[in-house]
């Protein structure tokens, strides 16, 4: 009972293959974290998914929907919600329209997904209620009317997960959430993260180097190196398997075990 | 609130600003009457061409952050199509409709065709494709003489309501008589204030706020679900409309359309600097910058003559103050304000009154 899977997902720039042929599922209500080496083509893995970048080969499902041939805001109107790993928001606008807008692109209304022309933006109250609602998840709301450029980093990262709960996806998909965040910050985004599977039919992917973060919250995690998948399976023996002690961890044990407060 | 709502909730949030504002428009709703000379009215006419025709160019630029100097060839089309049509047929309403209609028809189908096939590539060729399809339309619009009257241009007569000679009252009102002329100025007058009111409540819609959304970060607007060129491709097609309407109004007040009046990149480069010195991404900012750029063209030589002859003691500053060199000194303004107002006249204003 698979919700996403990946078929054959492969990509190729000239003669290197960043992604080779990784097949895999993730059922609802489960958190896969996405492990491997830097350049092991983690992110790239994301890009196939959310469609930032188109395969050379294999398929995308979800729901038993073909989301290959889909650009990346079909892909993210069919239920696919990706948070980046640079922050990556509309720095110039205050916090509520930032996940205004998310709100908007996500749900059918009068407003038409943002084509309406004719109508008052501030009129559409349903919008701003429900980015009030979310805001309040994320204990933002005292920073509604502030405007992006001006957050704090950590604030900027919990707005990046404001916007992907607006989205009101499916799947989620995390590339390093915890990025740059000082060590009293990351547990409350790992709250979110929480937060999003909870109802057990969404599905969290999560792309995280911390070790201690990834054995925390995920139950599941799967090993991407060279573009490959070389381990599959629960955390503990993912973690303890050779293969992951060569391949990943050995590769530079300093850094890769290094997460907070480890 | 009415207001409010009129204003699109968008409302000017700095006293200093809603001063500005109301006196522009009592100034221009005015003219007729403060300023009945010939002149003095054009300048006011002109001021609320460019009203329009700058403002639809910040919808562009400001809101969507497209780069485009195809502007002034909707501009163009606009008085081209009044032009041919009330100079080939006879000067009646029905003409005069005719030649609105298939210039708006016409710049609607440019400007999809440039949407669609270029709004794809990035904002720098799409800058360059713009300025060639530009140039080649202009070159165009000389060279067509049998239908645009090539570099001479054309002279055409409007209905007779709109003639000056047609008097309204016998009598004059206020010193002012009401003739077709003072007609077509208040035609004019309204047009402008419906089409700022218009692009205010386009820029305040859920629409106009993807196009923000876009202008800030186009790779996050199309990850969160909003097709891009879709939007982008609506924001210039109401832009090159409202441009087209500009056109339409400054043919209906000089009767008289060129490839110089209202295609030369000249004019372009006009409507990018009223842009920047009146603040992007703010209808308020083209509407201050449009009236304070043609009140210092019209009337920067005029004060310069006065600064000349009252140095006429120092040479140097006398000629450095002569009305010749007023697009010097219109060049040194410029400069001076993208240096000290680099949010535009209304970013700083709002700026300003946040916190005081």
Redesign the interface.
């Known amino acids: 009972m698979a919700l996403l899977s990946t078929t054959g997902l492969t990509i190729r720039f000239g003669g290197h293959v960043a992604v080779n042929a990784v097949t895999c599922q993730f059922a609802p209500g489960t958190l896969t974290a996405i492990v491997g080496p830097n350049g092991a083509g983690k992110t790239t893995y994301f890009n196939l998914i959310s469609g930032q970048l188109q395969a050379s080969s294999g398929s995308v499902t979800l729901d038993d929907v073909d989301l290959s041939n889909l650009s990346a805001s079909a892909r993210t109107r069919a239920g696919l919600g990706r948070a980046f790993q640079l922050t990556n928001l509309f720095p110039n606008l205050t916090v509520l329209e930032n996940v205004r807008l998310a709100v908007q692109a996500s749900r059918d209304g009068t407003h038409r997904r943002g084509l309406n022309l004719w109508s008052i933006w501030s009129d559409h109250r349903e919008l701003t209620d429900r980015a009030r609602e979310i805001l309040n998840d994320v204990a933002m709301q005292d920073r509604a009317d502030s405007v992006v450029a001006n957050l704090p980093h950590g604030d900027q990262r919990k707005l990046e997960v404001a916007m992907l709960m607006a989205l009101e996806a499916s799947v989620y998909m995390f590339d390093e959430p915890t990025a740059g965040m000082s060590a009293d910050e990351v547990p409350k985004v790992l709250d979110l993260i929480r937060k999003l599977r909870k109802d057990k039919r969404n599905t969290v992917l999560l792309v995280e180097h911390k070790m201690d973060v990834v054995r925390e919250l995920a139950d599941r995690i799967i090993v991407l190196h060279n573009g490959s998948l070389v381990a599959d399976g629960d955390p503990a023996t993912v973690i303890a398997s050779p293969i992951v002690q060569e391949a990943y961890l050995g590769m530079a044990p300093g850094v890769q075990t290094n997460g907070v407060g480890a | 609130m009415t207001l409010n709502?009129l204003l699109?909730?968008d409302l000017p949030r700095s006293k200093l600003l809603t001063a500005v504002l109301l006196t522009l428009f009592l100034l221009l709703a005015l003219a007729p009457f403060i300023a009945p000379g010939v002149n003095a009215l054009s300048v006011a006419a002109k001021a609320l061409i460019f009203i329009v025709l700058v403002a639809s160019f910040d919808l562009l630029l400001g809101y969507t952050g497209i780069v485009s100097f195809a502007h002034t060839m909707f501009f163009g089309i606009g008085a081209y199509g009044v032009a041919i049509a009330c100079s080939r047929w006879d000067a009646t309403w029905l003409s005069l409709g005719l030649g609105i209609v298939t210039a708006l028809i016409l710049s609607l189908l440019l400007a999809l065709a440039i949407g669609l096939f270029s709004l794809r590539v990035r904002a720098i060729f799409f800058a360059m494709i713009t300025l060639a399809i530009a140039s080649a339309f202009q070159t165009l619009a000389s060279q067509l003489s049998e239908i645009t009257g090539g570099e001479d241009g054309l002279n055409f007569r409007l209905p007779d309501m709109l003639a000056s000679g047609y008097m309204y009252l016998e009598q004059p009102i206020f010193g002012v008589s009401i003739s077709g002329r003072f007609l077509t100025y208040y035609i004019l007058f309204f047009a402008a204030l419906a089409m700022v009111l218009a692009l205010l409540?386009?820029v305040?819609?859920?629409?106009?706020?993807?196009l923000?959304?876009i202008r800030?970060?186009e790779?996050?607007?199309?990850?969160?679900?909003?097709?891009?060129v879709?939007?982008r491709t609506?924001s210039s097609v109401?832009s090159a409309l409202f441009a087209t309407m500009a056109g339409v109004m400054l043919a209906l007040w000089l009767r008289y359309n060129g490839p110089d009046t209202s295609l030369s990149f000249e004019i372009m480069l006009d409507v990018l600097l009223i842009v920047v010195i009146g603040g992007m991404g703010t209808i308020y900012g083209s509407v201050i910058g449009a009236v304070l750029f043609v009140i210092a063209q019209s009337y920067l030589q005029d004060l310069l003559k006065l600064g000349s002859d009252a140095a006429s003691g120092l040479p140097w500053l006398a000629a450095l103050l002569s009305p010749d060199r007023w697009l010097l000194w219109l060049g040194v303004l410029f400069v001076l304000s993208v240096y000290y107002f680099p949010t535009g006249i209304v970013g700083r204003l709002r700026n300003r009154a946040a916190k005081l």
């Open positions: 709502r699109s909730n409540r386009i305040n819609s859920p629409f106009g706020r993807v923000q959304a800030e970060n790779f996050r607007a199309e990850a969160i679900g909003y097709r891009v879709v939007y609506i109401l």
